[in-house]
Structures are given as structure tokens and as C-alpha cells.
């Protein structure tokens, strides 16, 4: 059970994600002609909207200039002090009102997005068997069968005290059957303990094979499909606040997040600027999201558009 839901978390719902959201990989839309925008936006808006979709990003913001920034900021360190305080204060109240918010993530999000999800789900074939067998070879898991296996064993000798059963039968008085039964136990314990320890260091990868066998079987897809199905549904009907890591959780976090940007490799955040860039840099907003379309089918957004655009020419006015 411990096992699914862990499966569940690592390897459901980054599939779900891809199911619900893919990026083109092709840039040529970037290049291509434009479909036209509502008249009503005004010509410098209308501008600037297609020239923020059709640029890629390679454009807007050279990688070399990127490389630049990213040491400049983190190099200053009046910069990370000030926005240490900053992001502390934001989290600390972002933190505060989602304790308070006692609706579930199924009612924010509404029923329609819910049963999207849920579908993402259900849709989900398998789980990747490289990542499986990774997880499931991990220590932790080992050390996770081990002990169920150990402690399984030893309930069910408990279960049917074969040694009281024998020992009982033999015509000792009471109070003395029962000092040899447990001195027998306590023995038995000892020399019995290392050898089952001793079998389960062997047996215990025999399991996750079997367990990573039964995981990733065909026949066994509807069923791990339910249970991946129930486990999200249940994430989605609790209560946010309910979510939401202990204080102590969150202040580590935030203190081992404020540590590692100080502290911060400077040839590995370039590395992955540069991986990046690799993946992003010839791609442009259109290539991750219709522009158009989103602006066709929402009117509010385009009112908003508007004002934020005559906002910033009327502050240029004055």
C-alpha cells in the first residue's frame, strides 16, 4: 500500500501533466503568419502582442546575457539580503492563509477541472519501468520490505505459539511452565533473529522484483489504474489547509532554500541555464501556448490587456 502511493506520487502525476499539457517542439511557428487579432485592441498593444509570441527567447534575452544576470544577482550580496527578508515576509503570509483555507483543492479548482484531472489519471497506461525499478531498488524500500517481511514472520510464530502449545502439554506446574515458555521464547529470539535477518537480505530483492514485476504487468494495469484514480480523488477532496506542512516542515524548507541560493554553485546554476537554453531557446510563447485562441475566448483577458496597456501609456503621458 505504502509502495502504490509513493508509485502514485513519483510517477502518475508527471503523467498526467504531460497528458494534459505538451509543448511543440518545432519552432516554426514562431516564424509563421499570425492569426488576426480582434481590431479593437489598440495598434501599439496589437504590436506588441505579436511580437512577444513570435520571438523566441534566445531573442528576448540572449543565453550570454542570461549567464550575466544570474551572476550579477546572486553575486550582490545587499541584493540577497534584501529579498531574503522579502520572500520570508511573502511566505510567512501566503503560509498563514492557506492554514486558514478549509476548502478542498476539488472545490477551487471546480468540478469540470476535477473530473479532468481524474480522466488524466485513468487515461495514464503503466508507469515507466526504468523509474519503477529505480524506486524500487532504492534503500529505503529494501529497508522497507525487510521489515515487514521481519516483523510478519515474527507475528505469526506469535500467532500460533507452537512453543506453548508443547510445553503446555508437558505435566510441569503453571508458574514454572511459564518462566521455561518464556526463557525458551527469549532464546529462540536470539538464534532466530539473525537467521531471518540474515534470509531477508537475500529475499528482500527477490520481493522487489516481484513487486516491480507485478507493478509493471499488463493485466495488472486496470487495478493500479483504480487505485491511482481513488488516491488523487482523495488528494483533491481534503481540505487545502490539510496539505500544508507542519511549521517546522515549511521553516526548513524555506531556511534550506535561502541557504542554497546563498551558497549557490555558480558553474552548476550555469549548467543548467545552459540545458535550458538548449531546450527553450529557439522556442517562442506561441510554441507553449495559442495566443490567439486564448485571447479569442476570453474576452476578460482582453478587457484586461487593454487597461493594463492604457495604464502604461497614460503614466507615459504624464
Known amino acids: ?29 514562431c516564424a509563421g503568419k499570425s492569426i488576426h487579432i480582434p481590431l479593437r485592441f489598440s495598434a501599439s ?12 527567447l534566445e531573442s528576448i534575452i540572449p543565453e550570454e546575457d542570461a549567464h550575466a544576470i544570474i ?41 469540470g477541472t476535477t473530473n479532468k484531472i481524474l480522466r488524466s489519471v485513468e487515461k ?9 525499478k529505480a524506486f524500487l531498488e532504492s534503500d529505503a524500500i529494501n529497508a522497507l520490505f525487510a521489515k515487514i517481511l521481519y516483523d510478519g514472520i ?17 505435566p510441569i506446574l503453571g508458574p514454572i511452565r511459564k518462566q521455561i515458555i518464556k526463557e525458551t521464547r527469549r532464546s529462540i529470539d536470539k538464534s532466530l533473529g539473525p537467521l531471518v535477518q540474515n534470509f531477508l537480505g537475500t529475499y528482500t530483492k527477490i520481493a522487489v522484483l516481484q ?18 484514480v481513488k488516491l488523487v480523488s482523495n488528494i483533491l477532496d481534503r481540505p487545502l489547509n490539510s496539505l500544508v506542512p507542519s511549521s517546522e516542515v515549511n521553516e526548513k524548507l ?10 549557490a554553485d555558480m558553474e552548476s546554476v550555469e549548467k543548467y541555464l545552459t540545458y535550458l537554453y538548449k531546450w527553450t531557446g529557439d522556442k517562442c510563447a506561441n510554441d ?18 487593454e487597461n493594463i496597456d492604457e495604464r502604461i501609456r497614460g503614466a507615459n503621458d504624464v
Do not use: C
Not at 524555506?254 to 551558497?263: A, E, Q, S, V
Open 45 to 56: 498593444l496589437r504590436q506588441s502582442i505579436d511580437w512577444v509570441k513570435q520571438e523566441p
Open 1 to 29: 500500500m505504502v509502495s502504490s502511493i509513493y508509485l502514485s506520487v513519483l510517477f502518475i502525476i508527471p503523467q498526467v501533466v504531460i497528458n494534459s499539457f505538451t509543448i511543440v517542439r518545432s519552432s516554426h511557428r
Open 288 to 305: 507553449f501556448v495559442d495566443v490567439d485562441m486564448l485571447l479569442e475566448v476570453s474576452p476578460t483577458l482582453q478587457r484586461t490587456l
Open 124 to 132: 495514464v497506461e503503466g508507469y515507466d519501468s526504468r523509474s519503477v
Open 71 to 111: 551572476s550579477e544577482l546572486l553575486g550582490n550580496e545587499q541584493l540577497i539580503n534584501d529579498s531574503e527578508q522579502l520572500i520570508l515576509k511573502n511566505l510567512d503570509s501566503i503560509e498563514e492563509k492557506l492554514r486558514k483555507e478549509t476548502k478542498s483543492i476539488g472545490e477551487l479548482l471546480g468540478e
Open 211 to 228: 513487486a516491480s514485476d507485478f507493478i509493471l504487468s499488463p493485466s495488472n494495469r486496470k487495478v493500479f489504474t483504480s487505485a491511482n
Open 254 to 263: 524555506k531556511k534550506d532554500t535561502l541557504l542554497y541560493l546563498r551558497n
Open 154 to 170: 515474527f507475528e505469526f510464530f506469535q500467532k500460533i505459539d507452537f512453543l506453548g502449545n508443547i510445553i503446555s502439554s508437558l
